[in-house]
């Protein structure tokens, strides 16, 4: 709670409910009279959850209520590492860890995203990286045996190094390893690689995101 305590605002995600019938139960009670709250339908595991953003001073009396008023429907709290498999399941990236200034929206797979119609520092950067297909694809490898992938382990194919993972973990979804990287335009539609796995190389399919079926409940 100590970061939650120092920053103002204050976020909290919240996880795992049905928040219609969890709403209905905290509009019977009182979180604070005074206080005021954004709460945002936005996330970063792919659950039907929802953002809450309050004033530090009014942190510790709304996380009370919500697991003293969710806690017939289930609610408990959770933590980074659960909030982290999550996101990777869902193919999510992370900044900072996934990708960093060399990557582009295209390598991310959100050139969608980018609009060319006006002007913008790296405009004329981007639209060649677009034009000269100079970009990677983000890919999702799932495990075919049971085991657990970590940040830096590498992915060949044919003997041939093609990715470094960004992001491991294990999923208790699929009871196997996941992990999320790049690989070069010419290795996208691979469908199975070799992981080296500390000392061996074990099978895992390699896919688009999201890793798991259908995907974010939203």
């Not at 498999?85 to 869902?90: C, H, K, Q």
């Not at 990287?181 to 070799?194: D, T, W």
């Amino acid at each position: 709670m100590t970061r939650i305590l120092k920053d103002d605002p204050s976020t909290l995600g919240k996880f795992f409910c049905d928040f219609l019938e969890y709403k209905e139960k905290l509009t019977e009670s009182e979180i604070s009279p005074e206080g005021k709250m954004f709460v945002a339908r936005t996330g970063y595991t792919g659950e039907d959850g929802f953002e809450i953003i309050v004033s530090h001073k009014d942190v510790i009396d709304i996380w009370r209520t919500l697991l003293k008023e969710g806690k017939d429907l289930g609610v408990k709290p959770c933590g980074l590492g659960a909030r982290d498999t999550l996101r990777m399941e869902m193919g999510y990236p992370l900044s900072g860890q996934d990708f960093h200034e060399d990557r582009t929206p295209f390598d991310l797979g959100y050139g969608w995203i980018v609009q060319f119609n006006h002007d913008f520092i790296g405009k004329e950067e981007l639209q060649r990286i677009k034009q000269e297909k100079q970009y990677d694809f983000w890919r999702g490898f799932i495990l075919l045996e049971r085991g657990i992938l970590r940040h830096g382990y590498e992915v060949y194919y044919d003997d041939e190094k093609i990715s470094v993972l960004t992001s491991g973990s294990f999923s208790p979804i699929l009871g196997t390893g996941i992990g999320l990287g790049f690989v070069p335009r010419k290795y996208k539609n691979l469908e199975e690689v070799k992981i080296k796995v500390r000392s061996r190389f074990m099978s895992a399919k390699m896919q688009r995101p999201p890793l798991v079926t259908p995907g974010s409940s939203k």
